[in-house]
Nanobody
Framework: QVQPVESGGGLVQPGGSLSLSCVVS????????MGWYRRVLGKDMEYVAR????????MYADFVKDRFTISRDNAQNMVFLQMNSLEPDDTAVYYC??????????WGQGTQVTVSS
């Protein structure tokens, strides 16, 4: 079972920035779509962003509003989420999603992002 591992969460003031990272030890990483999701306490999992295998195709949830950027480095088997202009409503646990063309998708254990003054 592939287990993505997220890092980079923490506490930031409103208007600040954070960069999340996720590493996936899978030989199929470079041919797989990768995504970021988040879960606010007491609510359902929410889609944030997705990047295609080569990194040229990206998609975002409407609430991102050009504040977040997803990218990947296939040489390092990593995907990133750069988050700018953070708001208190962005407070959540952020999860990395690995979605291979063949096989089962998998999730990391999440990293907490807290936006508060």
């Amino acid at each position: 079972q592939v287990q993505p591992v997220e890092s980079g969460g923490g506490l930031v003031q409103p208007g600040g920035s954070l960069s999340l990272s996720c590493v996936v030890s899978a030989p199929t990483f470079s041919t797989s779509s990768m995504g970021w999701y988040r879960r606010v306490l007491g609510k359902d999992m929410e889609y944030v962003a997705r990047v295609g295998p080569r990194g040229s195709s990206t998609m975002y949830a409407d609430f991102v509003k050009d504040r977040f950027t997803i990218s990947r480095d296939n040489a390092q088997n990593m995907v990133f989420l750069q988050m700018n202009s953070l708001e208190p409503d962005d407070t959540a646990v952020y999860y990395c999603n690995f979605a291979p063309i063949r096989g089962t998708e998998s999730w990391g254990q999440g990293t907490q992002v807290t936006v508060s003054s």
